[in-house]
């Protein structure tokens, strides 16, 4: 017998401290996983939590409205209307003090205006003088495919490119834009757009405001993301499933925007430049103002509402009345984006802005009221149709399940045809389809009551997460079967991702030609 054993203390056998040891472990253990998950709590909440933006109430509306100049036309021996647009590479202060490189055309960033009236023939040189390769595309132009400016009319950089057509569609606010496969995106970004406005007589006789950047104002919206330097910042926004949204917005690509009016009528031409940023716009007051037309020009009697929601690429007119000296902001509210509470936040859904302060002055000069009824529309009729396409958007980057082949055409229309274009949105995501050379009337939109800005023409239309729009589409009579026009995503990451298909406009039975592929 040992007494040792009796006086020495009592030693935890092996197994027992190998026991205690594990426990402490495990204990370790789940504090770390504890902390783990509690800083993912937390940096998802924080996430989520900056994920909305607003600039509400925290703008001074320094500085003066930019006016995009109105770029005047040559007219040639034949009486074509020759425009000169040069794409190129400078530097802006998008923020002012803030020196930052963009794009521009005929300047460093945006692009004149371009106006031409029904039957104009017109010619555009775009001379490419970026250092990239890109094209020129008019949207909402009804032209020859050749004349287009799709993914197909690459202009090399130090070339130019001269397409012709003859306007040939109602008065309208277009624009144009890049369109590069797979760089779209950032070209429209870096700053290249401008508006291209049609004239016609029956517009022009109606007594709507007309006195381009004095009492008929184009407005180019666009959001940006700017680093701390504030230079545009091209981070890819990774919580950002549409594409990258930013936290400022500019009007004509001015910061914090006033803009002076002596007339207490005003037409805001309102386009939506965004790359992926969905406004809703309306008055920081409530007030009503009159909705005049949309995509494809002047809405058949003008509607009056409070709000007007654009998607990215869509264009609304809107006359809003003014009294003396008031000073109302024009606001875009929360869009309706249709998604589920989590998506919404991190597509914009939960986003507000000041867009620009109207300065109304002491005394406002008289204008005539916005007349009842506008212009007639051609009639589409529904019995006339002879075909009925479905496209399915899914995901971020196909459409009927297919990403965009160069090389493929996808749809083969005849020339002068009327048919249904069914757009159904099976993704979670919002999109905004668009339709190149033509413009089409909603006749069914997401199953619930269409806003009043599809009444009108439309070449863009924004198809919520589980919605469907049907179109009613005549196409043109000028028949290529050589060269696509495009459909596609207007959120422009979808559409560089492969959100975008091709059809050709063919003469009865004839057979596509195989496009190239570049
Ligand atoms: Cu505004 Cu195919 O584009
Ligand atoms: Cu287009
Ligand atoms: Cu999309």
């Not at 509400?56 to 930019?66: E, P, Q, S, W, Y």
Request: hydrophobic letters at 40%.
């Amino acid at each position: 017998m040992t007494t040792r054993t009796a006086t020495m203390p009592p030693r935890p056998s092996p197994t027992r401290r190998a026991g205690r040891l594990l426990l402490i472990l495990l204990a370790g253990v789940i504090a770390l996983v504890m902390l783990l998950v509690l800083g993912l709590v937390g940096l998802a909440a924080t996430v989520y939590a900056r994920a909305d933006t607003s600039t509400v109430g925290k703008l001074g509306f320094a500085n003066r409205l930019k006016i995009p100049p109105l770029l005047s036309p040559r007219t040639d021996a034949s009486g074509r209307k020759v425009f000169d647009l040069r794409l190129q590479a400078g530097t802006s202060e998008l923020l002012p003090g803030r020196p930052t490189s963009t794009w521009g055309a005929n300047g460093a960033y945006l692009g004149p205006t371009l106006r031409a009236s029904r039957g104009d023939r017109v010619t555009v040189n775009v001379a490419n003088g970026l250092p990239q390769a890109t094209t020129i595309h008019w949207h909402g132009m009804h032209l020859p495919a050749r004349a287009d400016g799709g993914p197909h009319h690459m202009i090399a950089p130090g070339a130019t490119w001269s397409p012709s057509w003859t306007v040939d569609q109602p008065a309208a606010t277009l624009w144009y834009h890049p369109h590069p496969h797979g760089s779209t995106e950032d070209h429209v970004y870096r700053g290249v757009s401008g508006m291209f406005l049609l004239d016609d007589p029956e517009a022009g006789a109606l007594p709507l405001p007309e006195r381009y950047g004095v009492d008929d104002i184009p407005l180019v919206v666009q959001d940006k993301h700017f680093d701390r330097q504030g230079r545009l910042d091209f981070a890819d926004g990774a919580f950002h499933p549409i594409g990258r949204l930013g936290g400022a917005t500019l009007v004509n690509g001015t910061y914090d925007p006033h803009l002076d009016v002596a007339s207490q009528r005003v037409r805001f031409r309102l386009l939506n430049a965004s790359t992926a940023r969905a406004f809703e716009i309306g008055f920081g007051d409530g007030r009503a103002f009159d909705l005049i037309g949309s995509d494809g020009g002047l809405l058949d009697a003008p509607r009056r509402v409070t709000r007007v929601p654009l998607s990215p690429g869509e264009r609304a007119e809107v006359v809003a009345t003014f009294r003396p000296g008031e000073r109302p902001v024009l606001r875009s509210f929360p869009p309706h984006l249709g998604t589920n509470a989590l998506e919404d936040r991190f597509a914009g859904g939960d986003d507000s802005f000041d867009l620009l302060q109207v300065r109304a002055a002491a005394a406002l000069a008289p204008s005539p009221a916005v007349p009842e009824r506008l212009v007639r529309h051609q009639r589409l009729d529904p019995g006339a149709v002879s075909r009925t396409r479905t496209f399915a958007l899914d995901g971020f980057s196909t459409i009927n399940g297919r990403e965009m082949d160069m090389g493929r055409v996808d749809q083969t229309v005849t020339a002068g045809s009327t048919e249904i274009w069914e757009v159904r949105n099976q993704s979670g995501n919002p999109h905004s389809f668009h339709v190149h050379d033509v413009q089409f009337k909603v006749v069914d939109y997401a199953g619930g009551p269409r806003p009043p800005t599809l009444d009108g023409w439309k070449d863009t239309v924004f198809v919520p997460p589980g919605g469907h729009a049907r179109l009613l589409v005549r196409f043109g009579d000028d028949a290529d079967p050589a060269v696509p026009y495009m459909f596609h995503c207007h959120l422009l990451r979808h559409e560089d991702n492969g959100m975008m298909g091709q059809f050709v406009v063919a003469a009865p039975g004839q057979a596509p030609a195989q496009p190239h592929r570049h």
